[in-house]
Protein backbone atom coordinates (compact mmCIF):
# COMPACT_ATOMS: atom_id res chain seq x y z
CA UNK A 1 0.00 0.00 0.00
CA UNK A 2 1.30 3.31 -0.68
CA UNK A 3 -0.24 6.57 0.81
CA UNK A 4 -0.25 10.27 -0.79
CA UNK A 5 -0.47 13.53 0.94
CA UNK A 6 -0.81 16.98 -1.24
CA UNK A 7 -0.06 20.35 0.40
CA UNK A 8 0.33 23.47 -0.94
CA UNK A 9 -2.94 24.42 -2.47
CA UNK A 10 -4.51 28.12 -1.70
CA UNK A 11 -5.45 30.96 -3.64
CA UNK A 12 -2.91 32.82 -5.92
CA UNK A 13 -3.83 35.81 -8.81
CA UNK A 14 -3.73 35.17 -12.62
CA UNK A 15 0.25 35.38 -13.07
CA UNK A 16 1.53 33.89 -9.57
CA UNK A 17 2.70 30.90 -8.81
CA UNK A 18 2.17 27.53 -6.57
CA UNK A 19 4.36 24.69 -5.65
CA UNK A 20 2.32 21.34 -4.14
CA UNK A 21 3.77 18.52 -3.00
CA UNK A 22 3.12 14.87 -2.77
CA UNK A 23 4.80 12.76 -0.05
CA UNK A 24 4.34 9.01 -0.74
CA UNK A 25 4.62 6.44 2.20
CA UNK A 26 3.37 3.04 2.79
CA UNK A 27 4.05 -0.31 4.03
CA UNK A 28 6.57 -3.08 2.16
CA UNK A 29 8.24 -1.88 -0.85
CA UNK A 30 6.93 1.78 -0.23
CA UNK A 31 8.48 2.64 -4.25
CA UNK A 32 6.86 -0.42 -6.19
CA UNK A 33 5.97 2.91 -8.24
CA UNK A 34 7.01 3.45 -11.70
CA UNK A 35 5.51 6.90 -12.35
CA UNK A 36 3.76 10.11 -9.95
CA UNK A 37 1.19 11.82 -11.75
CA UNK A 38 -0.47 15.01 -11.41
CA UNK A 39 -4.25 15.55 -12.34
CA UNK A 40 -6.63 18.20 -11.83
CA UNK A 41 -10.83 18.45 -11.72
CA UNK A 42 -12.37 21.59 -12.18
CA UNK A 43 -15.77 21.98 -11.61
CA UNK A 44 -18.29 20.29 -13.86
CA UNK A 45 -15.60 18.91 -15.68
CA UNK A 46 -14.02 15.81 -16.28
CA UNK A 47 -10.77 14.84 -14.30
CA UNK A 48 -7.86 15.08 -16.17
CA UNK A 49 -4.22 14.21 -16.45
CA UNK A 50 -1.71 17.38 -16.14
CA UNK A 51 1.86 15.96 -15.96
CA UNK A 52 3.92 12.50 -14.90
CA UNK A 53 7.26 11.87 -14.06
CA UNK A 54 8.66 8.55 -14.25
CA UNK A 55 10.25 7.36 -11.18
CA UNK A 56 12.88 5.88 -12.87
CA UNK A 57 15.24 7.80 -15.40
CA UNK A 58 13.09 10.84 -14.58
CA UNK A 59 11.28 11.40 -17.51
CA UNK A 60 8.56 14.28 -17.83
CA UNK A 61 5.34 14.35 -19.88
CA UNK A 62 2.95 17.81 -19.50
CA UNK A 63 -0.34 17.87 -20.69
CA UNK A 64 -0.58 20.49 -23.60
CA UNK A 65 -2.86 23.12 -21.54
CA UNK A 66 0.48 23.47 -18.47
CA UNK A 67 3.77 22.70 -21.08
CA UNK A 68 5.99 25.32 -20.66
CA UNK A 69 4.35 26.88 -17.68
CA UNK A 70 4.54 23.81 -14.80
CA UNK A 71 7.12 21.72 -14.20
CA UNK A 72 7.03 18.44 -12.43
CA UNK A 73 9.86 17.24 -9.81
CA UNK A 74 11.08 14.76 -7.79
CA UNK A 75 13.12 14.36 -4.62
CA UNK A 76 14.13 10.75 -4.28
CA UNK A 77 15.49 11.32 -0.34
CA UNK A 78 12.13 12.56 0.97
CA UNK A 79 9.94 10.43 -1.39
CA UNK A 80 8.01 13.74 -2.85
CA UNK A 81 7.00 14.97 -5.89
CA UNK A 82 6.51 18.71 -6.79
CA UNK A 83 4.50 20.84 -9.32
CA UNK A 84 5.74 23.97 -9.85
CA UNK A 85 3.16 25.98 -11.78
CA UNK A 86 3.88 29.62 -12.66
CA UNK A 87 2.27 32.03 -15.06
CA UNK A 88 -1.35 30.53 -13.21
CA UNK A 89 -4.66 31.61 -15.29
CA UNK A 90 -8.21 31.21 -13.89
CA UNK A 91 -8.69 28.13 -16.06
CA UNK A 92 -6.00 26.35 -13.89
CA UNK A 93 -8.34 26.60 -10.82
CA UNK A 94 -8.90 22.98 -10.08
CA UNK A 95 -8.29 20.27 -7.28
CA UNK A 96 -5.23 18.68 -7.71
CA UNK A 97 -4.65 15.15 -7.07
CA UNK A 98 -1.78 13.46 -7.23
CA UNK A 99 -1.77 9.89 -8.40
CA UNK A 100 1.20 6.71 -8.58
CA UNK A 101 1.11 4.22 -10.93
CA UNK A 102 -1.56 5.18 -13.30
CA UNK A 103 -5.69 5.91 -13.04
CA UNK A 104 -5.57 2.29 -11.37
CA UNK A 105 -3.22 3.19 -8.85
CA UNK A 106 -2.84 5.33 -5.76
CA UNK A 107 -4.74 8.78 -5.11
CA UNK A 108 -4.18 11.58 -2.90
CA UNK A 109 -7.23 13.24 -0.86
CA UNK A 110 -6.81 16.82 -3.52
CA UNK A 111 -5.61 19.95 -2.85
CA UNK A 112 -7.78 22.92 -3.92
CA UNK A 113 -5.66 25.44 -5.94
CA UNK A 114 -7.87 28.67 -6.75
CA UNK A 115 -6.30 31.06 -9.46
CA UNK A 116 -8.30 34.89 -9.28
CA UNK A 117 -8.30 36.67 -12.55
Known amino acids: QVQLVESGGGLVQAGGSLRLSCAAS??????????MNWFRQAPRKEREFVARIVWSGGFTYYADSVKGRFTISRDNAKNTVYLQMNSLKSEDTAVYYCNANGVNGYWGQGTQVTVSS
Open 26 to 35: GSGRTFSIYS
